[in-house]
C-alpha cells in the first residue's frame, strides 16, 4: 500500500550532486570567490525575479557613479589646461605693461619722434588768454 502512495505523487527525484572539488593554493581568484560564494544555491530555482530591482538600482547607482568620476577626471585636467593658459596670459601682460610703460616715458618718445625731425620744445608753454567783450 505504501508504494501505491508513492507512486501516485508526481514528483521527479533530483540526482544527488557531487560534491564541489578542492580547490588548490594555486587556483585563480574566481575560483576562490566560486568556494566562498556558492551561486548554484541561489539559482537552483531559477533566476530570482524578485531581486532584479535591487541589481537593476545597483547597476543605475554604478554606472552613475562611473560616469561621474569620468566627468570629474575631464573637468580637473580642463581647469589645469586653463591654469596653464591663464598663466602664460599673465605673463604676457606683464610683459607687454612693462614695455608700454618703458616706452611711454617722456624720453623715450622724444627719442622715437627724434627720428621724424620733432624735438622737444626748451620754452614752457604760455596760456593763451582771450578777453570776452
Known sequence: MTNEKEMTKNATKTPPKPPAPKTSRGGSLFQLIESY??????????LPVKYIPHILYLTA?????IGNTHYADRSIRRLDKTK?????????YTTLKS????????SEVAKEVA???????????????????
Open 37 to 46: 560564494v556558492r551561486m548554484d544555491v541561489i539559482f537552483e530555482n531559477g
Open 61 to 65: 547607482i554604478a554606472i552613475f557613479y
Open 84 to 92: 596653464v593658459e591663464v598663466d602664460e596670459l599673465r605673463a604676457d
Open 99 to 106: 614695455n608700454y610703460m618703458l616706452r611711454s616715458t617722456q
Open 115 to 133: 627720428k621724424m625731425g620733432l624735438y622737444e620744445s626748451s620754452v614752457p608753454p604760455y596760456k593763451v588768454v582771450i578777453k570776452q567783450e
